[in-house]
């Protein structure tokens, strides 16, 4: 198939099934074929890092996840997807990336495809996104999201040593900042999550950091607040049928696919009564990934960033904005349980050290994301249960 040129990033086609391994017996990731590969050339470029990376993408059929391994191979490196699906889809996965379906929590079949996978040509980076993260659902599933969050890694890690991967880029969370006084938050700052969720990527930050000290490892560890909006293709995006975030909300309402949005809590310190939050575009955030696991094979050192736009809006701005684009209904609700008053990066470290900066505004972030909603409604993706 041969794709338009275009000024916007190539869509990446997903025309043929990926192979899975069933039953802790993997299979060999597939492979385009050379003519595939011919076809798509002029939308692969060479990183500016001048590295061609292997990477094992943990969770990369969900949202994030399969943002980040779009971006990789949209910058020329060679990408292994590792994910159950329990809240991703394997059409997620672009067709030039190796897919296996396993889960975390076992480290056998884990190990087995590090094994498998290095018989060729080890990995250099691992990237990890196979964390549950839903604030009130943490509070009242405290338990799942330790087991899963905490010993999930646990796991990897272990597989990862065993394996001889020196490198893994951790997707962590503003949460582990808790209440900022200020409400700009700075990687140095006191760390007092609030939550169950904020609390298990605490914890595991720091297995990290004790794990990368016992066994050589280096590591990003890197921190994002809201993230929001869809690839330009818009063949991917956030696909999920129980929704709990702001931009995605407002876009089903503006599309009729519920009643009314919802604001939690109008009470809080701010301006306005309504949580400041600070908004990064998915690619941007994506690119920003891409830019850490260079960092630390070139450099050989920990990394830990915050990843945001460093700029925050309230609730009803948001819904404001959004507003002036779309038309849809809006009451106030009770606060959520576990939800800071305000949120806000500090993004001059990223900026510094891996010479990263959003690109996208708010108003780029919401119309990608109607794009994308509208176009889950036409029916040409599936929506996960």
């Not at 379906?101 to 691992?126: N, T």
Request: net charge neutral.
């Amino acid at each position: 198939m041969q794709l338009e040129a275009q000024d916007t990033p190539a869509q990446i086609p997903k025309t043929r099934a990926h192979l899975k391994s069933e039953a802790g017996t993997s299979t060999h990731p597939s492979r385009l074929t050379s003519a595939k590969t011919n076809s798509l050339s002029h939308m692969n470029r060479a990183s500016d890092s001048g590295l061609n990376l292997k990477v094992l993408v943990v969770g990369g059929a969900g949202y994030i996840g399969s943002h980040t391994v779009y971006e990789l191979i949209r910058n020329g490196h060679q990408v292994v997807v590792y994910d159950n699906l329990s809240s991703g889809h394997q059409s997620a996965v672009p067709e030039q990336a190796g897919f296996y379906l396993g889960d975390i929590l076992d480290e056998h079949q884990l190990e087995q495809v590090l094994a498998q996978e290095s018989a060729s040509r080890p990995f250099d980076v691992a990237m990890h996104f196979a964390a549950k993260l839903i604030v009130p659902e943490s509070v009242t599933q405290p338990l799942r999201y330790y087991h899963n969050n905490v010993e999930g890694l646990r796991v990897m890690l272990s597989a990862l040593v065993a394996g001889g991967v020196r490198n893994i880029v951790f997707s962590s969370t503003a949460a582990v900042y808790g209440s900022t006084t200020g409400g700009e938050c700075h990687e140095d700052d006191r760390t007092i999550p609030i939550n169950p969720y904020g609390e298990t990527k605490l914890a595991a930050e720091r297995m990290i950091a004790w794990t990368a000290q016992a066994h050589g490892l280096n590591y990003a560890i890197l921190r994002y607040f809201n993230v929001a909006g869809a690839d330009t293709s818009l063949q991917i995006g956030l696909n999920k049928d129980q929704l709990t975030h702001l931009v995605p909300l407002i876009m089903q309402a503006a599309l009729g696919q519920r009643e009314k949005l919802e604001i939690f809590g109008r009470d809080y310190n701010t301006p306005d009564g309504t949580c400041i939050r600070d908004y990064v575009h998915v690619t941007d955030l994506a690119q920003a990934h891409v830019m850490a696991g260079e960092y630390i094979v070139k450099n050989e050192r920990p990394l830990l960033c915050n990843l945001g736009s460093g700029r925050g809006f309230s609730v009803r701005e948001v819904v404001e904005e959004a507003l002036s684009m779309f038309s849809f209904r809006y009451a106030y609700a009770p606060r959520r349980c576990g939800d800071p008053a305000k949120l806000i990066a500090n993004i001059e470290r990223a900026r510094h050290l891996l010479g990263w900066q959003p690109q996208r505004n708010l108003q780029t972030i919401l119309q990608s994301d109607y794009d994308y909603r509208r176009r889950l409604i036409s029916g040409q993706e599936p929506a996960s249960q």
